[in-house]
């Protein structure tokens, strides 16, 4: 674990992103306070190139309004974070069904929002870097890189925990792919490095790497579900502790020795 002597405030959360076809069986969110989710709850609908469909969002509507949020609400004492990931589509339509939750609800879909849950503020945001092998324009929730900055310099200073689908750019390491082929997203390193929120939960990146790395003092986490197999999932959720010491300052502990990578049996490290 990470050394911390902060105690006073405790909070548990479990994070997770890119789930796609892999679905929600396995993940049990018990015990934990806050579970935030950093994109792609649905399938690979943006990976052809093809532009958003009526169809595939009204099938993705579907899927939220009977799948995901009864999942949510098997939880009541749950407070889920969720940020749309560039294969949501159904967050492009007007009646996105997270948009139109009752106050007091414990889901919290955020789209450069921010939600302040058991003292920690948590600042959402879908945004992600165009692919080079994208054609026919923007897909959704992609933004080049001035665009990224317009959108982010909306982010207040004192965040605790950022929720990105993107992953940042980080030199010399495999959470955002090869490091002599990063896919990262060096605006949102440059934001990160700025603004040094305490945490910065993240995915899109099917890395191979899923130990936290630092950007200065904020702890980096990709967290998504998947790598090469898109209908498995090959990580599990990453849990972590936020706790807050008697003079204000939140810490986070991990479990430094969790590569979170889902073992067949009889596989090793």
Same mark, same amino acid.
């Given at each position: 674990?990470?050394?911390?002597?902060?105690?006073?405030?405790?909070? &548990?959360?479990?994070? #997770?992103?890119?789930?796609?076809?892999?679905?929600?069986?396995?993940?049990?969110?018990?015990?934990?306070? $806050?579970?935030?989710?950093?994109?792609?709850?649905?399938?690979?609908?943006?990976?052809?190139?093809?532009?958003?469909?009526?169809?595939?969002?009204?099938?993705?509507?579907?899927?939220?309004?009977?799948?995901?949020?009864?999942?949510?609400?098997?939880? =009541?004492? $749950?407070?889920?974070?969720?940020?749309?990931?560039?294969? %949501?589509?159904? *967050?492009? %339509?007007? +009646?996105?069904?997270?948009?139109?939750?009752?106050?007091?609800?414990?889901?919290?879909?955020?789209?450069?929002?921010?939600?302040?849950? &058991?003292?920690?503020?948590?600042?959402?945001?879908?945004?992600?870097?165009?692919?080079?092998?994208?054609? !026919?324009?923007? &897909?959704?929730?992609?933004?080049?890189?001035?665009?990224?900055? &317009?959108? #982010?310099?909306?982010?207040?200073?004192?965040?605790?925990?950022?929720?990105?689908? +993107?992953?940042?750019?980080?030199?010399?390491?495999?959470? *955002? !792919?090869?490091?002599?082929?990063?896919?990262?997203?060096?605006?949102?390193?440059? /934001?990160?490095?700025?603004?040094?929120?305490?945490?910065?939960?993240?995915?899109?990146?099917? *890395?191979?790497?899923?130990?936290?790395?630092?950007?200065?003092?904020?702890?980096?986490?990709?967290?998504?579900? /998947?790598?090469?197999?898109?209908?498995?999932?090959?990580?599990? =959720?990453? +849990? #972590?502790?936020?706790?807050?010491?008697?003079?204000?300052?939140?810490?986070?502990?991990?479990?430094?020795?969790?590569?979170?990578?889902?073992?067949?049996?009889?596989?090793?490290?």
């Amino acid at each position: 674990m990470t050394a911390m002597n902060c105690q006073s405030i405790v909070v &548990k959360l479990l994070a #997770f992103s890119d789930v796609h076809e892999s679905g929600y069986d396995g993940i049990d969110p018990s015990g934990h306070d $806050v579970v935030l989710i950093a994109g792609d709850l649905q399938g690979y609908a943006c990976c052809s190139g093809t532009k958003p469909s009526p169809e595939r969002i009204a099938r993705q509507v579907k899927f939220i309004n009977e799948k995901f949020l009864p999942w949510c609400n098997k939880y =009541p004492g $749950v407070q889920f974070v969720v940020v749309a990931g560039n294969n %949501d589509e159904f *967050a492009l %339509d007007p +009646a996105n069904p997270l948009k139109a939750l009752p106050s007091g609800s414990n889901v919290h879909y955020l789209q450069d929002g921010l939600v302040e849950i &058991k003292g920690l503020r948590i600042w959402g945001s879908p945004w992600v870097k165009p692919k080079n092998h994208r054609v !026919g324009g923007l &897909k959704p929730f992609e933004r080049k890189a001035d665009d990224f900055k &317009k959108v #982010f310099a909306q982010m207040p200073e004192d965040i605790d925990i950022l929720v990105t689908h +993107a992953t940042p750019e980080v030199p010399d390491s495999y959470i *955002a !792919g090869r490091p002599e082929n990063n896919y990262g997203s060096k605006a949102l390193r440059e /934001i990160i490095e700025a603004k040094q929120p305490t945490v910065c939960v993240c995915g899109h990146i099917h *890395a191979r790497e899923h130990q936290p790395v630092f950007l200065g003092q904020t702890i980096v986490m990709n967290v998504s579900r /998947i790598h090469n197999d898109r209908c498995r999932a090959s990580y599990r =959720p990453r +849990a #972590f502790t936020m706790a807050k010491d008697a003079s204000g300052v939140w810490c986070c502990q991990y479990d430094e020795a969790d590569d979170l990578k889902i073992r067949t049996k009889g596989e090793t490290r």
